[in-house]
C-alpha cells in the first residue's frame, strides 16, 4: 500500500486518453436514475471522411422527468444529443481520481474525507473535450419552458393567509421561564457569608485555574456576596483597570504560583 | 444508419458500414458506474508551462493546509496564567453579537501541493476552482476493455500553477525596486545583492549553499559591476534595509543571531522612520565611517554587522573595521545600560525580542524622536522592553536610560532631559556642576538643588561669625547677601531704621524668605550690637567706626 501523498501514475504512464464532456443539468439527472448496471443510452461515433460526428442516444427509459407539479408525464427529455467536439488546446488536463472509502486495497482506498489515507491516482489525460447538447425537438423546448418557470419563481412569496395567526405569543400572567428562574432564586436564598478562609480556598483554587476573573464570575463560583467578596479580594488579589484583560481581578504577584514563583498564601 | 445492439453481459461494440460513403459508424454503450467511491478531479495546467504527465516518474501529492491557522481558532494557552474565566465563550458571543462569520475550514476546498520527481523537480500548487458543476455537469467518458464507455461525473477542478523554486523578491523589495525602475540599469544585481545581505545574517549552510551555487554563476557580474555608479548605491544602501526587512522573518525564526537581528531590526526601525518621517536620518550612524563606494552598501546595511561574519569575500568594504568598531561601541553602551537594568545574561536572548518589539511596533521610531545617537535609540528601545510595552513617557524613559549610564559616553546630550526643568537657578545650577552623571531621576534634581540653595546662604552667614573677614562666602547665583558685614557697612554710613535694612536685603536677591532674613538680621543686629538713636520718632541703629 503507498503512502499517503503518493500518486499512482500509471493512467499518465500508459497515456490514457479519455475525453471531457460537457452535460446537461437534467441528462445528468437522467443519468443518476440509471438502474442496473448503470447504462444509460448509446454513444455513436461516425467517421466522415475524417471528419467524425459523436451523438448520445439517451435510452428509452430514463427519458421520463419528474418533476413537481402537474406536468409530470407531458415533458419528456429528448433522446438524441449530438456531440459538439473541441480541441483541448495547449492546456493539459489530466484527470486525477481520489478515493474516499476508508479501504485500503487498491481499488478502493483512503478517503478524501480524512478518516483514512488518501489514494490519489491519475487516471488519464484529456484528449478530446466536448459538449454534450440536446437535438432541438418539441419535447426539449416543453422541457425547458418547464424549467425556466420553475427557476423564474421567486424564493420569497407573499402569500394571504385566511385567519390571522394566534398562536404564536398569548398573553400570560407570568412566564414558565419567569416562574421557574424565582423558583430558584427563592431555593437558593441570599448568598451567605462562609468563612474567611473557606473563601480564600476557593478564591485560590479558581486562580489556579485561570489568571484574570470578571467579578461576576467570582460571585458564581464562591456564591458569597460581593460586598464581602470584594473585601477578601483587595486582600489578596488586583483589579486591572486597563490593558487586555480590562475590569478582571487577578491574584496579587506574591500570591501568584504560575510557571516560575513560588510564592504563595 | 442501422445499428444492433446486443445489450447485456457480451459485447456491445458493433461495427456497420453504410454504402456509399467511406465512413464507418460504430456504436458505444455508455455506462454511467453506480459504486462512486472514486471521486474524479480535474488537474489543469497553463498551456505555457508545457507539463508532459508521461514525463513524471514520481509524483507526490497532499492538501496544502497553510490556512488552517486563519480559520482554526487561535488556542492560546489554557487555564493558569495569561487566561481568564469564560474567555471563550465571552469571544464567542461577541463575535456573533457583531455578525462576523468566520468561513469554516473545510479540507475539501484546501489547495493541492504536488511534487514531481521529488526533491529536484517541479512543485505545483493546484487551487480549485469554484463553480463547475453549477449549472452543467463535466463527465469523463473513458473507453473500457469492452469497448464501451464508462461516463464518470467531475467532482471538482483544480488549476495547478508551477511554483518558482528560485529566490523572489518580497513585496517590499518589489515596491522599491519599481520605484527605481527607471534609474536602475543592471536587474542581476539586485538578487545578488540581496544574497548578499542574507548571507551575511544568517549562517544556514543551505542558505550559503544556494546563494554559494547562484554566486558563483552571478558573481562574475557582480564583480564586473563594481563601477559604483551612483545608482547602484542608492539602490545597494536602500535596498539592504528593505531587505533586510524581508530577510528579517527568516533569519528572525532560523538563527537566533542577537548581533544580526537586532542589527537589522535597528536598521528597519530607522528606515521606517525615514519613511514615516518622524525622525531625522540618524546621522551619528555614518560619523565618522570612511567608506568608499562599495563599502557604501554594507555601511547602510552592516551598521552593526555580526561580529561572526567580518568576511564577505570580494564586496567586503574597508570600512567594515570602522563598522565593527561603532557596533562595538553602541554594543557597549547598549550592555552597560541595560546592565542597571536587568541581567547581563540574558542580553542576547533580549535583543531578539527586543528587535520583535521593533518590528511589531514601528511607534519606537516615533518614540525616540529627536535623538541623535543611535544608542538613545537603543535606549529607548530597550527601555521600551523593559517597560513590558507600556509606551514610558519620552522624558521618563530618557532620564531613566541616562541614570542607569555608568559614564562610557559622559558627552551624550542626554541631558537635555534635564535640562528642561523649570528653574532658572536649578539650570544654573546644573551649568556649574558641568556634566556630571546624575544618580537620581532628574525630576527631582532641581528640586534637590533647590533645596541645596536654600541653607547654603544661612550656613555661609552661620561661618561668617567667627571669620568676619570671609565673612561673604561664595555667592552662588544671589547678588546680595545677608551678612554681618554687610549690615555693618550699611550702619556705619548713616542710622538706619530696622525696616530700611529689610529693604536693603531684599528677599529676591538674598534668595531668603522674609522670615528667615528677619531672623537673620535679628541675630547679626544683635552680634553688631548698634547704638541706637531716635530720628523722627523711629528707632535708628548705627554704628560708629
Not at chain 1, 419528474?66 to 483541448?88: C, I, Y
Not at chain 1, 425556466?148 to 420569497?156: A, C, G, T, V, Y
Not at chain 2, 445499428?3 to 454503450?29: F, R
Not at chain 2, 531668603?512 to 535708628?540: C, F, G, W, Y
Amino acid at each position: 500500500m503507498s503512502d499517503k501523498g503518493e500518486v499512482d501514475l500509471t493512467g499518465a504512464k500508459q497515456n490514457t486518453g479519455v475525453w471531457l464532456v460537457k452535460v446537461p443539468k437534467y441528462l445528468a439527472q437522467q443519468w443518476a436514475k440509471a438502474t442496473g448496471r448503470g447504462e444509460v443510452g448509446k454513444l455513436r461515433i461516425c467517421k466522415n471522411q475524417g471528419k467524425a460526428e459523436v451523438s448520445f442516444t439517451l435510452n428509452e427509459e430514463l427519458t421520463t422527468i419528474d418533476t413537481t407539479g402537474q406536468k409530470s408525464s407531458m415533458v419528456r427529455a429528448p433522446r438524441e444529443h449530438p456531440f459538439t467536439l473541441q480541441t483541448v488546446g495547449g492546456q493539459t488536463l489530466a484527470v486525477f481520481t481520489e478515493n474516499s472509502s476508508g479501504q485500503s486495497d487498491a481499488e478502493a482506498g483512503g478517503s478524501g474525507t480524512g478518516t483514512g489515507p488518501d489514494k490519489i491516482a491519475l487516471e488519464g489525460v484529456v484528449v478530446q473535450r466536448a459538449e454534450c447538447r440536446p437535438a432541438v425537438s418539441e419535447n426539449y423546448m416543453r422541457l425547458k419552458k418547464l424549467q425556466i418557470e420553475e427557476l423564474s419563481k421567486p424564493l420569497r412569496f407573499s402569500q394571504q393567509l385566511d385567519k390571522a395567526v394566534t398562536t404564536n405569543y398569548k398573553p400570560v400572567a407570568n412566564h414558565t421561564y419567569n416562574l421557574d428562574y424565582e423558583k430558584r432564586k427563592k431555593e437558593e436564598g441570599k448568598r451567605a457569608r462562609a468563612d474567611k478562609q473557606q473563601v480564600l480556598d476557593m478564591l485560590f483554587s479558581a486562580f489556579e485555574k485561570h489568571q484574570y476573573y470578571n467579578i461576576k464570575d467570582l460571585v458564581d463560583i464562591t456564591k458569597q456576596p460581593v460586598i464581602y467578596l470584594k473585601e477578601i479580594l483587595r486582600d489578596i488579589g488586583i483589579y486591572n483597570v486597563k490593558g487586555t484583560h480590562k475590569n478582571t481581578w487577578e491574584l496579587k504577584p506574591e500570591y501568584r504560583h504560575y510557571q516560575n514563583e513560588e510564592k504563595s498564601d | 444508419m442501422f445499428s444492433q445492439v446486443i445489450n447485456g453481459t457480451s459485447c456491445s461494440a458493433v461495427m456497420t458500414s453504410l454504402g456509399s460513403s467511406s465512413s464507418s459508424t460504430t456504436e458505444y454503450v455508455v455506462r454511467v458506474p453506480k459504486n462512486t467511491s472514486k471521486k474524479y478531479n480535474i488537474m489543469a495546467f497553463n498551456a505555457g508551462d508545457k507539463v508532459s504527465c508521461s514525463t513524471w516518474t514520481q509524483a507526490r501529492m497532499e492538501r496544502d493546509m497553510s490556512n488552517r491557522r486563519i480559520y482554526g481558532e487561535e488556542e492560546t494557552q489554557e487555564g493558569a496564567a495569561g487566561s481568564e474565566f469564560g474567555k471563550k465563550q465571552r469571544e464567542e458571543a461577541r463575535r456573533k453579537k457583531y455578525g462576523i462569520v468566520t468561513k469554516e475550514f473545510k479540507v475539501e476546498d484546501q489547495p493541492w501541493i504536488l511534487k514531481v520527481n521529488g526533491k529536484a523537480g517541479r512543485r505545483f500548487k493546484g487551487l480549485k476552482k469554484g463553480g463547475v458543476t453549477e449549472n452543467a455537469s463535466y463527465y469523463i467518458f473513458t473507453q473500457c476493455a469492452d469497448g464501451a464507455f464508462e461516463a464518470f461525473p467531475v467532482h471538482s477542478w483544480y488549476n495547478f500553477t508551477p511554483q518558482a523554486k528560485h529566490r523572489t523578491l518580497t513585496a517590499e523589495e518589489a515596491e522599491e525596486e519599481w520605484g527605481r525602475r527607471n534609474k536602475v540599469v543592471n536587474h542581476f544585481s539586485i538578487m545578488l545583492q540581496r544574497r548578499l545581505r542574507g548571507q551575511e545574517r544568517g549562517e544556514e549552510d543551505e542558505e550559503e549553499g544556494e546563494k554559494g551555487g547562484k554566486k558563483k554563476k552571478k558573481g562574475g557580474r557582480g564583480g564586473d559591476l563594481r563601477i559604483h555608479d551612483l545608482e547602484d548605491d542608492l539602490e545597494m544602501s536602500s535596498d539592504e534595509s528593505d531587505g533586510s526587512n524581508g530577510d528579517d522573518d527568516e533569519a528572525k525564526s532560523k538563527a537566533k543571531k542577537d548581533k544580526g537581528p537586532k542589527g537589522k531590526g535597528k536598521k528597519k526601525k530607522k528606515k521606517g522612520s525615514d519613511l514615516e518621517g518622524f525622525e531625522d536620518s540618524d546621522d551619528g550612524d555614518f560619523e565618522g565611517l570612511e567608506v568608499d563606494y562599495m563599502s557604501d552598501e554594507s555601511s547602510s546595511e552592516e551598521e552593526e554587522p555580526e561580529k561572526t561574519k567580518p568576511n564577505k569575500g570580494e564586496d567586503v568594504p574597508k570600512g567594515i573595521d570602522e563598522m565593527s568598531d561603532s557596533e562595538e561601541e553602541s554594543e557597549e553602551e547598549n550592555k552597560n545600560e541595560e546592565d542597571g537594568k536587568e541581567e547581563e545574561e540574558e542580553e542576547d536572548g533580549k535583543k531578539t525580542p527586543v528587535q520583535v518589539e521593533k518590528k511589531k511596533k514601528k511607534d519606537s521610531s516615533g518614540e525616540s524622536d529627536s535623538s541623535e545617537d543611535s544608542d538613545i535609540e537603543g535606549e529607548a528601545a530597550s527601555a521600551l522592553f523593559m517597560k513590558k510595552r507600556t509606551p514610558p513617557k519620552r522624558g521618563g524613559g530618557r532620564g531613566s536610560a541616562g541614570s542607569s549610564r555608568t559614564g562610557s559616553r559622559p558627552g551624550t546630550p542626554s541631558i537635555d532631559n534635564a535640562a528642561t526643568s523649570n528653574t532658572l537657578r536649578a539650570a544654573a545650577n546644573k551649568l556649574e556642576q558641568g556634566k556630571r552623571q546624575t544618580t537620581v531621576p532628574s525630576s527631582e534634581t532641581p528640586a534637590a538643588k533647590r533645596l541645596k540653595m536654600e541653607p547654603s546662604p544661612q550656613s555661609s552667614s552661620g561661618n561668617g561669625t567667627p571669620q568676619p573677614a570671609s565673612g561673604k562666602s561664595t555667592p552662588s547665583s544671589s547678588d546680595v547677601l545677608l551678612t554681618e558685614d554687610a549690615v555693618r557697612r550699611y550702619l556705619i554710613r548713616k542710622p538706619m531704621t530696622t525696616k530700611d535694612l529689610l529693604k536693603k536685603f531684599q528677599t529676591k536677591r538674598t534668595g531668603l524668605s522674609s522670615e528667615q532674613t528677619v531672623n537673620v538680621l535679628a541675630q547679626i543686629l544683635k552680634r553688631l550690637n548698634p547704638e541706637r538713636k531716635n530720628i523722627n520718632d523711629k528707632m535708628h541703629f548705627y554704628l560708629t567706626e
